[in-house]
């Protein structure tokens, strides 16, 4: 049973390669823990060897969902602070950069989790196309 409810968009501006995600959460519950939320960028679809289970390596193997950076801290930016009340909402803006030239923005997603600071459970997760 989701705890958390998110909805999030992204805008990318191709010319300096910022991603603005905007994160809406709501509380489906009452909190008396300090929630955080995180923002991480993949990218899939990334040909790089591979080392395989029978000792060989796959030099044309196709990487998915490579975590390519963090938007937030690394363990996250405060999204509020208990205590919180169910049909709170909560929004939170967090900009970032698609840092290496090398990456391709077609490829890249955005997820998005919040989670409980204090028993570190995490709440619920949203996956979104960085250019939908």
Same mark, same amino acid.
């Given at each position: 049973?989701?705890? %958390?409810?998110?909805?999030?968009?992204?805008?990318?501006?191709? !010319?300096?390669?910022?991603?603005?995600?905007? %994160? @809406?959460?709501?509380?489906?519950?009452? *909190?008396?823990?300090?929630?955080?939320?995180?923002?991480?960028?993949?990218?899939? @679809?990334? %040909? !790089?060897?591979?080392?395989?289970?029978?000792? !060989?390596?796959?030099?044309?193997?196709?990487? $998915?969902?490579?975590?390519?950076?963090? *938007? /937030?801290?690394?363990?996250?930016?405060?999204?509020?602070?208990?205590?919180?009340?169910?049909? /709170?909402?909560?929004?939170?803006? &967090?900009?970032?950069? %698609?840092?290496?030239?090398?990456?391709?923005?077609?490829?890249?997603? =955005? &997820?998005?989790?919040?989670?409980?600071?204090?028993?570190?459970?995490?709440? $619920?997760?949203?996956?979104?196309?960085? =250019?939908?």
């Amino acid at each position: 049973v989701p705890q %958390v409810k998110i909805e999030a968009t992204v805008v990318y501006n191709a !010319s300096d390669s910022s991603a603005t995600v905007n %994160v @809406e959460a709501t509380a489906l519950k009452d *909190f008396t823990d300090d929630l955080k939320v995180v923002v991480l960028i993949t990218e899939s @679809e990334i %040909v !790089s060897p591979q080392l395989m289970p029978d000792g !060989s390596r796959n030099v044309n193997y196709v990487h $998915q969902h490579v975590l390519r950076d963090a *938007f /937030t801290a690394a363990l996250g930016d405060d999204l509020a602070l208990a205590p919180i009340t169910a049909t /709170t909402v909560i929004t939170k803006q &967090v900009i970032g950069k %698609v840092l290496k030239s090398t990456w391709v923005a077609a490829n890249c997603d =955005i &997820v998005v989790y919040v989670y409980n600071e204090r028993t570190k459970e995490i709440l $619920q997760a949203e996956q979104i196309a960085l =250019i939908p």
